[in-house]
């Protein structure tokens, strides 16, 4: 695919050490199926060698050094790429302040069924990736440092363990690093369930009044990072934020499979979809689901200017989230999507806290009547209630991200739910031609 | 960062207020009864005009009684998050709604049948177990049964300043007066076929809703489905 | 003190959603505090308490049989 060297912009300033100056973490975009984590396009991960080859050796982060990296992080603006973009300095900065020492956690469990971008860099880069959280260990005084992922992410696993293996053998001045594997379901992801798996409890959310930074795996500080954050902080260590570029992994998700590209923050989103997934199109996009299933869906006109940039968005109430872009084609039903998306979701809930359990569930069954076109005045004025009292109601942010995701779809698919409503009928029907949302695990 | 909070120092209205209405009612119920027996005795001079209204008395209050349990059944039901109306609030205050009116008719029934001299139950009779002359197994179940009751309710009333694992479990567990309150009719009072058909049926209803109540797929069910 | 205004320190009502079982002792307790759901899981005010809240609060903590609620200091 030569699609990312199209997407990615001419950066203002040289790259320093880092090897290639458009895309620093990814190279050419990757492509998986609808599902699975097995690559289509052929990927060849670095090893060891050709990591340093290309990146140079790992930085180390004790002492003063680790203070810069902190300083670094925060200048560069890093921000939390598993999908909340909290900003990385400000939990390290409460990791050291509640002392140090504890847990650092690179989380590869990749649950957005849409995402694929996590699984591409650990197949690609697995070494940039224990870099950065070696470098993490390092800065914090961590006495633990442990690498999360599904355990059927069989691809990205081995790509995992060879590296680590490598590492070994080359005696690298690394904090030990092991590895933990957890159940595939959608929100053993989440930070509060990987803090209680590690804390050998099951890996589902748990309610908490202080952050895992402060009070993590069994009570101890616990910095816990999505594995192409811990990739961008290695980068970040090497580069310093002089030259930092601020590119993002985004996945674009649609019926032939998930394209993973690097882009610069100035991209249109219009323009990555397009240079991915365009072809396939007789009339072109509807609308596009920006973040992931828990994310905001907007129209195509509204998205497509829209540049990659988490900040920018962020001003608009939209975020990049775990940089998923699934867009919906102008001969699809978009509400029924939606309806597919929500029943996911509710499958998917930890059934843990009574809103999520009975309200997501309401939330999908609502968005499946609209979608069937049997949906009464009173039936949305009941979503409309049950939207309102499912929000901020969980342990986890579970429940908000569904809601977002139902609430931004009926103010896009607005003409079209009200035909769904009123006439019973779909303005697009057609295809089903975008991304299959799949069974829940 | 978070507190533990203390106890409150000074007891606070709702609880307080609780009492006092489980009093008054006692009280005024069983006044009430007293002068209405009372009244009957001297305007009709039957005899039997005591014992009849003690028994309607019992049979209204074991009725409230069936309706009261049953309703808490549905208050804890893993089923009750479809049920829309009436809403969560509203339900619990006909909860205690139902508990006021069956105390009302327990302490008529209780009043008129221990002042009754022609009963056989008396005072000590109608609170302690086995000093009644009439039927002392039959009417002892029943004074159990009061206790019990009195116990489940005066603990929930006392919600607040009980802490939730001791009023909690003693509510649930004091409910069981219901088994013993339906022996007491069934053993003391059911003399015809009416009211013996009242009490298998309103037993069965009970004993139906306290199966699906407690072999209902709960979240914590659907829970451990998710963990294995 | 419910309310320190020179310290800016807060005390709210807040639930455990993952301990709650819905029982709704609370909203008895505590009605201006706590209301219900469509499913009969409270949702408890954001405001910060009072002293008159307060006291229903503590009450409605202690009653909680599942020990979901709690009552939480923040400054801000």
Same mark, same amino acid.
């Given at each position: 695919?030569?699609?990312?060297?199209?997407?990615?912009?001419?950066?203002?300033?040289?790259?320093?050490?880092?090897?290639?100056?458009?895309?620093?973490?990814?190279?050419?975009?990757?492509?998986?199926?609808?599902?699975?984590?097995?690559?289509?396009?052929?990927?060849?991960?670095?090893?060891?060698?050709?990591?340093?080859?290309?990146?140079?050796?790992?930085?180390?982060?004790?002492?003063?050094?680790?203070?810069?990296?902190?300083?670094?992080?925060?200048?560069?603006?890093?921000?939390?790429?598993?999908?909340?973009?909290?900003?990385?300095?400000?939990?390290?900065?409460?990791?050291?302040?509640?002392?140090?020492?504890?847990?650092?956690?690179?989380?590869?469990?990749?649950?957005?069924?849409?995402?694929?971008?996590?699984?591409?860099?650990?197949?690609?880069?697995?070494?940039?990736?224990?870099?950065?959280?070696?470098?993490?260990?390092?800065?914090?005084?961590?006495?633990?440092?442990?690498?999360?992922?599904?355990?059927?992410?069989?691809?990205?696993?081995?790509?995992?363990?060879?590296?680590?293996?490598?590492?070994?053998?080359?005696?690298?001045?690394?904090?030990?690093?092991?590895?933990?594997?957890?159940?595939?379901?959608?929100?053993?992801?989440?930070?509060?369930?990987?803090?209680?798996?590690?804390?050998?409890?099951?890996?589902?959310?748990?309610?908490?009044?202080?952050?895992?930074?402060?009070?993590?795996?069994?009570?101890?500080?616990?910095?816990?990072?999505?594995?192409?954050?811990?990739?961008?902080?290695?980068?970040?260590?090497?580069?310093?934020?002089?030259?930092?570029?601020?590119?993002?992994?985004?996945?674009?998700?649609?019926?032939?499979?998930?394209?993973?590209?690097?882009?610069?923050?100035?991209?249109?989103?219009?323009?990555?979809?397009?240079?991915?997934?365009?072809?396939?199109?007789?009339?072109?996009?509807?609308?596009?689901?920006?973040?992931?299933?828990?994310?905001?869906?907007?129209?195509?006109?509204?998205?497509?200017?829209?540049?990659?940039?988490?900040?920018?968005?962020?001003?608009?109430?939209?975020?990049?989230?775990?940089?998923?872009?699934?867009?919906?084609?102008?001969?699809?039903?978009?509400?029924?999507?939606?309806?597919?998306?929500?029943?996911?979701?509710?499958?998917?809930?930890?059934?843990?806290?009574?809103?999520?359990?009975?309200?997501?569930?309401?939330?999908?069954?609502?968005?499946?009547?609209?979608?069937?076109?049997?949906?009464?005045?009173?039936?949305?004025?009941?979503?409309?209630?049950?939207?309102?009292?499912?929000?901020?109601?969980?342990?986890?942010?579970?429940?908000?991200?569904?809601?977002?995701?139902?609430?931004?779809?009926?103010?896009?698919?607005?003409?079209?739910?009200?035909?769904?409503?009123?006439?019973?009928?779909?303005?697009?029907?057609?295809?089903?031609?975008?991304?299959?949302?799949?069974?829940?695990? | 960062?978070?507190?533990?909070?203390?106890?409150?120092?000074?007891?606070?209205?709702?609880?307080?207020?609780?009492?006092?209405?489980?009093?008054?009612?006692?009280?005024?119920?069983?006044?009430?009864?007293?002068?209405?027996?009372?009244?009957?005795?001297?305007?009709?001079?039957?005899?039997?005009?005591?014992?009849?209204?003690?028994?309607?008395?019992?049979?209204?209050?074991?009725?409230?009684? =069936? /309706?009261? &349990?049953? @309703?808490? +059944? !549905?208050?804890? #039901?893993?089923?009750?998050?479809?049920?829309?109306?009436?809403?969560?609030?509203?339900?619990?205050?006909?909860?205690?709604?139902?508990?006021?009116?069956?105390?009302?008719?327990?302490?008529?029934?209780?009043?008129?049948?221990?002042?009754?001299?022609?009963?056989?139950?008396?005072?000590?009779?109608?609170?302690?177990?086995?000093?009644?002359?009439?039927?002392?197994?039959?009417?002892?179940?029943?004074?159990?049964?009061?206790?019990?009751?009195?116990?489940?309710?005066?603990?929930?009333?006392?919600?607040?300043?009980?802490?939730?694992?001791?009023?909690?479990?003693?509510?649930? =567990? /004091?409910? &069981?007066? @219901?088994? +013993? !309150?339906?022996? #007491?009719?069934?053993?003391?009072?059911?003399?015809?076929?009416?009211?013996?058909?009242?009490?298998?049926?309103?037993?069965?209803?009970?004993?139906?809703?306290?199966?699906?109540?407690?072999?209902?797929?709960?979240?914590?069910?659907?829970?451990?489905?998710?963990?294995? | 003190?419910?309310?320190?205004?020179?310290?800016?320190?807060?005390?709210?009502?807040?639930?455990?959603?993952?301990?709650?079982?819905?029982?709704?002792?609370?909203?008895?307790?505590?009605?201006?505090?706590?209301?219900?759901?469509?499913?009969?899981?409270?949702?408890?005010?954001?405001?910060?308490?009072?002293?008159?809240?307060?006291?229903?609060?503590?009450?409605?903590?202690?009653?909680?049989?599942?020990?979901?609620?709690?009552?939480?200091?923040?400054?801000?």
């Amino acid at each position: 695919m030569s699609a990312s060297l199209r997407l990615v912009r001419q950066p203002g300033h040289g790259a320093g050490k880092v090897a290639s100056d458009f895309s620093p973490l990814l190279g050419d975009a990757v492509r998986y199926a609808v599902d699975g984590t097995a690559a289509i396009t052929r990927v060849t991960a670095d090893d060891l060698a050709g990591h340093v080859r290309r990146f140079g050796d790992r930085p180390r982060a004790t002492g003063g050094a680790g203070t810069e990296l902190v300083d670094t992080l925060e200048e560069i603006g890093l921000s939390g790429r598993g999908g909340s973009h909290f900003p990385a300095a400000t939990k390290w900065r409460a990791h050291l302040a509640a002392g140090g020492g504890g847990v650092v956690v690179a989380n590869g469990a990749e649950s957005e069924p849409a995402s694929a971008k996590d699984t591409a860099l650990m197949q690609l880069r697995p070494h940039l990736i224990l870099d950065g959280l070696a470098c993490a260990a390092e800065a914090v005084g961590a006495v633990d440092a442990v690498l999360w992922l599904h355990g059927g992410a069989h691809a990205a696993r081995s790509s995992m363990v060879r590296a680590l293996g490598e590492r070994r053998a080359a005696r690298l001045p690394d904090p030990a690093i092991r590895l933990a594997v957890g159940p595939d379901h959608y929100l053993s992801g989440e930070s509060s369930a990987i803090v209680n798996a590690l804390s050998g409890r099951p890996a589902l959310p748990g309610f908490t009044t202080r952050p895992a930074a402060v009070s993590g795996v069994h009570g101890m500080p616990t910095l816990l990072h999505n594995v192409e954050t811990l990739a961008r902080t290695a980068l970040a260590a090497r580069t310093g934020a002089a030259h930092h570029q601020g590119t993002s992994l985004l996945t674009v998700a649609d019926e032939t499979g998930r394209t993973v590209v690097e882009v610069a923050p100035s991209t249109p989103l219009g323009e990555v979809i397009e240079a991915v997934s365009a072809n396939r199109l007789a009339g072109g996009e509807q609308a596009v689901l920006i973040g992931g299933f828990g994310g905001s869906w907007l129209t195509w006109d509204a998205a497509a200017l829209l540049p990659a940039d988490e900040n920018y968005l962020r001003a608009q109430g939209i975020s990049l989230g775990a940089g998923v872009l699934l867009p919906v084609p102008d001969d699809a039903c978009g509400i029924a999507v939606v309806a597919r998306i929500a029943d996911f979701l509710a499958a998917s809930s930890a059934r843990q806290c009574g809103p999520c359990l009975f309200g997501l569930r309401a939330l999908a069954d609502g968005t499946a009547e609209l979608a069937r076109g049997q949906s009464s005045r009173r039936d949305s004025r009941r979503l409309s209630l049950f939207l309102a009292q499912t929000v901020g109601r969980g342990a986890c942010n579970h429940p908000d991200g569904s809601v977002r995701m139902i609430e931004s779809a009926l103010a896009t698919f607005a003409a079209d739910v009200e035909s769904h409503r009123r006439r019973g009928s779909c303005l697009h029907p057609g295809s089903a031609r975008s991304f299959p949302i799949p069974e829940p695990v | 960062m978070t507190a533990r909070p203390s106890p409150p120092r000074h007891a606070s209205v709702g609880g307080l207020r609780a009492i006092g209405l489980v009093a008054a009612v006692t009280v005024s119920g069983g006044a009430a009864g007293a002068l209405i027996a009372s009244g009957f005795r001297s305007v009709s001079g039957n005899r039997m005009a005591p014992w009849i209204i003690g028994r309607a008395a019992g049979i209204t209050s074991y009725l409230l009684l =069936v /309706a009261l &349990v049953l @309703l808490g +059944l !549905v208050l804890s #039901h893993p089923w009750r998050t479809r049920l829309t109306r009436p809403s969560p609030a509203a339900r619990i205050q006909l909860h205690i709604a139902l508990t006021v009116f069956t105390l009302v008719f327990t302490a008529l029934h209780v009043v008129v049948l221990a002042t009754d001299r022609f009963a056989g139950v008396g005072w000590w009779g109608a609170a302690l177990p086995m000093r009644a002359s009439y039927r002392p197994v039959a009417v002892t179940l029943g004074v159990v049964g009061m206790w019990s009751g009195l116990l489940s309710g005066i603990t929930a009333a006392l919600a607040g300043h009980l802490p939730g694992r001791v009023w909690w479990p003693i509510h649930k =567990v /004091a409910a &069981v007066a @219901l088994i +013993l !309150v339906w022996l #007491h009719g069934v053993l003391a009072g059911g003399d015809t076929n009416a009211l013996r058909w009242l009490y298998l049926s309103t037993g069965l209803l009970v004993a139906a809703a306290a199966f699906s109540r407690y072999t209902a797929r709960t979240p914590a069910d659907q829970l451990a489905e998710l963990r294995q | 003190m419910a309310r320190d205004s020179r310290h800016g320190l807060n005390r709210r009502l807040r639930v455990n959603p993952v301990a709650c079982d819905g029982v709704g002792i609370c909203g008895h307790l505590a009605a201006e505090l706590v209301r219900f759901d469509s499913w009969g899981y409270p949702i408890v005010t954001e405001r910060a308490l009072d002293q008159r809240d307060l006291n229903r609060a503590t009450a409605a903590v202690a009653a909680c049989p599942k020990r979901a609620l709690f009552i939480q200091d923040s400054r801000y």
